[in-house]
């Protein structure tokens, strides 16, 4: 160490009688000191996902959404057309229509046990196609959050 003897001092006469010399090294001067590096992370670069809708587990959802087209929308501009699909609809679960926001929200009773829940499904959004008519719901399920 270049450092190190350079702060190298004679130190006063030791009891036996010879004399000695004391190194002071500072603390960057040790031999075995690692600089500690921090470990970064890794930032989460969330991609913004385009809201889809997973064929395989929508039945268990007790809210689904469905957009709905301008024939279809047309219909539920009628109060008696809305009013009698809700009554039919009102033994399976709860319909509502956004009519600006041009698509239907579909609940079904959260007492309704899972393995019923897609049997229940399907009945329902039989129902509600069979009367509105046009282009299939399931093929235009979208997910809303309110």
């Known amino acids: 160490n270049a450092k190190a003897a350079s702060n190298v001092k004679p130190s006063a006469i030791s009891t036996n009688g010879t004399n000695t010399t004391t190194t002071t090294t500072t603390l960057n001067d040790t031999a075995g000191h690692k600089k500690k590096h921090r470990k970064r992370r890794k930032k989460n670069r969330h991609k913004k996902n385009q809201p889809s809708v997973s064929t395989k587990m929508s039945h268990l959802k007790l809210t689904r959404w469905f957009n709905i087209d301008k024939n279809q929308l047309a219909k539920f501009n009628s109060p008696s057309f809305t ?44 129902v509600i196609q069979t009367k509105l008519g046009g282009s299939s719901l399931l093929a235009s399920e979208t997910v809303i959050v309110d």
Request: charged share 30%; aromatic share 6%; net charge positive.
């Open 83 to 126: 009013s009698s699909l809700e009554q039919q609809i009102k033994k399976w679960g709860i319909l509502s229509c956004r009519k600006d926001k041009r698509y239907i929200k579909v609940q079904i009773s959260r007492r309704i046990p899972l393995p019923q829940r897609q049997t229940h499904w399907t009945s329902t959004i039989e």
